[in-house]
C-alpha cells in the first residue's frame, strides 16, 4: 500500500468513522443528536469520544444547562483535517488506476 494510501486507524474503526462524518458537517453536536443521528450506545460514544479526544481530534465540552448536564463534541482543526486526510486516502483506495 501506498503512503499516501494510509488509512488514520483512529478514524478509520467504524464506530469513529461515523461520529467523525457526524461531526463534520456541523459546528458542534451534543449528546443526544449524536445518540440520535448515529444509533451508538450511550456507552459507545463516551468511549471513542474519549479516543478521539485524546487524538486530539474533538473537543469534548460538559456544561450544565438549566439544572442538565449537556455535553458537546466539536472537530478539532486536527480533526478536520484528518478526517479530510482520511476521505482522501479512501477516494484514492476506490479510483482506478489510469
Known sequence: M???????RVIHEP??????SNLYVVDEADFVYLS???GLTDGN??????R????????????????????TYALTGD???A???YRQAVTGLLTPPD
Open 52 to 71: 478521539l479526544e485524546k487524538a486530539g481530534y474533538v473537543s469534548i465540552d460538559k456544561a450544565i444547562v438549566g439544572k442538565r448536564p449537556r455535553t
Open 2 to 8: 501506498s503512503e499516501s494510501f494510509e488509512l488514520d
Open 83 to 85: 478526517f479530510e486526510r
Open 79 to 81: 480533526g478536520r483535517r
Open 36 to 38: 440520535r443521528r448515529t
Open 15 to 20: 464506530a469513529r468513522l461515523v461520529l467523525v
Open 45 to 50: 460514544i463516551s468511549s471513542h469520544m474519549s
